[in-house]
């Protein structure tokens, strides 16, 4: 299948600070970025879905300002949580969608496990 | 509101036999529907996906799909331990283009024992 990185793998930090995950499609171009939240023992949360040039389209309940998300090219996803808190830490996993030798697919990245002390 | 069904589990199948895990979805205009198998602590993986309705084998993996009924499926031949995870359906509305949001289940545990 096709691969999606994401950097970095993990992350402590203090409260108030800011932390940005990236995500790469390695091997295809990425029309569409999807960033979910799950915390332990629940499901996949989406939070924001991105295409490439425009701005974000966010699901209910989550903070644009908090959550902030480049989509500068076809392979790239940046999320940014701004001023982060214990209550943000989460696994914070990214996924591409684009078109493959399978046909439109969308691929998950690693995640990215965020501890907010 | 879109909503993909699935049973929680756990799932406990001995080695060696088939596990069936089942889904339904309530949008009937879905088009293509995804199966993804999710390790504890690891991020989702992509098993299989199934557009037309029958069944669609790879390897030990088959999917089946009734549109009619809302129903798809994921049969595993031959369980293995390693087998033993939380397998994720999801559902979107298009079976092309590039803006479609997948609607996942909240998954079901599988546990295959030795």
């Known amino acids: 299948g096709a691969v999606v990185s994401q950097h970095p793998s993990w992350v402590i930090c203090k409260s108030g600070t800011s932390v940005k995950i990236e995500c790469r499609s390695l091997?295809?171009?990425?029309?569409?970025m999807f960033w979910y939240r799950q915390f332990p023992k629940q499901s996949l949360m989406l939070m924001a879905t991105?295409?490439?040039?425009?701005?974000?389209?966010?699901e209910q309940g989550v903070e644009k300002d908090k959550f902030l998300i480049n989509h500068a090219s076809l392979t790239l996803s940046t999320l940014t949580v701004t001023s982060a808190h214990p209550e943000d830490s989460s696994f914070y996993i990214c996924s591409a969608r684009g078109r493959t030798s399978g046909g439109y697919t969308q691929y998950f990245g690693p995640g990215t496990r965020l501890t907010v002390l | 509101q879109k909503e993909v069904e699935q049973n929680s589990g756990p799932l406990s199948v001995p080695e060696g036999a088939i596990a069936s895990l089942n889904c339904t979805y309530s949008?009937?205009?879905?088009?293509?529907f995804f199966w993804y198998r999710q390790y504890s602590g690891k991020s989702p993986e992509l098993i299989m996906f199934?557009?037309?309705?029958g069944d669609k084998e790879d390897g030990r993996f088959t999917a089946q799909l009734n549109k009619a009924s809302q129903y798809v499926s994921l049969l595993i031949r031959d369980s293995q331990p390693s087998d033993s995870a939380t397998y994720l359906c999801?559902?979107?509305?298009?079976?092309?283009?590039?803006?479609?949001?997948?609607?996942f289940g909240k998954g079901t545990l599988l546990t295959v024992n030795p």
């Open positions: 091997d295809f171009q990425a029309t569409t």
């Open positions: 199934i557009y037309s309705n």
């Open positions: 991105s295409n490439e040039g425009s701005k974000a389209t966010y």
């Open positions: 999801a559902v979107n509305e298009g079976s092309g283009g590039s803006n479609y949001k997948l609607t």
């Open positions: 949008d009937r205009g879905s088009q293509s």
